[in-house]
């Protein structure tokens, strides 16, 4: 098991900005990808970015590319999602997940083992 906690959710307005923080316990965040997900009200979840373990690739979905970061911090166990620009379209729920064999050409949940309980990031005026 690895357990996930999220935080650095919140309100904030159209435009700005937050960093959400994925942070383990008792295993190297850094032997596993990474993915952050996010998931609104009568929505499916989807894949916003993740993190490969190997080479520190990563990958984007269209709509936040250019506007959201995912890094690593191993002195901290910890990885990062620094969304910029938000735009209400951003609301919904955003959870971590460490896996296996994630990261290799997207970012889908199926590839994905261990799973935060989530974080709630509301854009909204």
């Known amino acids: 098991q690895v357990p996930l906690v999220e935080s650095g959710g919140g309100l904030v307005q159209p435009g700005g900005s937050l960093r959400l923080s994925c942070a383990a316990s008792?295993?190297?965040?850094?032997?596993?990808?990474v993915g952050w997900f996010r998931q609104a009200p009568g929505k499916e979840r989807e894949g916003v970015s993740c993190?490969?373990?190997?080479?520190?690739?990563?990958y984007y979905a269209d709509s936040v590319q250019g506007r959201f970061t995912i890094s690593r911090d191993n002195a901290k166990n910890k990885v990062y999602l620094q969304m910029n620009s938000l735009k209400p379209e951003d609301t919904a729920v955003y959870y971590c997940?460490?896996?296996?064999?994630?990261?290799?050409?997207?970012?889908?949940?199926?590839?994905?083992?261990?799973w935060g309980q989530g974080t709630q990031v509301t854009v909204s005026s």
């Open positions: 008792g295993s190297p965040l850094n032997y596993f990808p």
């Open positions: 997940a460490a896996g296996f064999d994630g990261c290799s050409g997207g970012v889908y949940p199926w590839e994905y083992d261990y």
């Open positions: 993190i490969s373990s190997s080479d520190g690739s990563t």
